[in-house]
């Protein structure tokens, strides 16, 4: 859990420059669910996500509801969402 709140918070002080531009909604995030692909994670919230990870068969993305300061992240094991947060949407 450690290494997941690391990565959530990694880069989040460079003024949006490494966090997609959309605008992710607390209804959008509802949404998604474990068990989603990534092309239907982009259907739901809108855009691609900003790859913040990768190892091995694990993929860590991130949205953000810029230019306010909440994020959503969804970590992929073989192209499948295992787990899935958002912390400041409202």
């Given at each position: 859990m450690a290494v997941l709140l690391v990565v959530l918070f990694a880069g989040c002080g460079n003024g949006g420059s490494s966090i997609t531009a959309g605008r992710v909604t607390l209804e959008q995030?509802?949404?998604?669910?474990?068990?989603?692909?990534?092309?239907?994670?982009?259907?739901?919230?809108?855009?691609?996500?900003?790859?913040?990870?990768?190892?091995?068969?694990t993929l860590v993305y991130r949205w953000s509801n810029y230019p306010a300061s909440g994020l959503v992240t969804v970590t992929f094991v073989d192209e499948i969402a295992t787990n899935v947060v958002q912390i400041g949407l409202d």
């Open positions: 995030f509802q949404q998604v669910e474990e068990g989603m692909t990534y092309e239907k994670v982009v259907d739901i919230l809108g855009d691609d996500g900003y790859r913040q990870l990768e190892r091995g068969n």
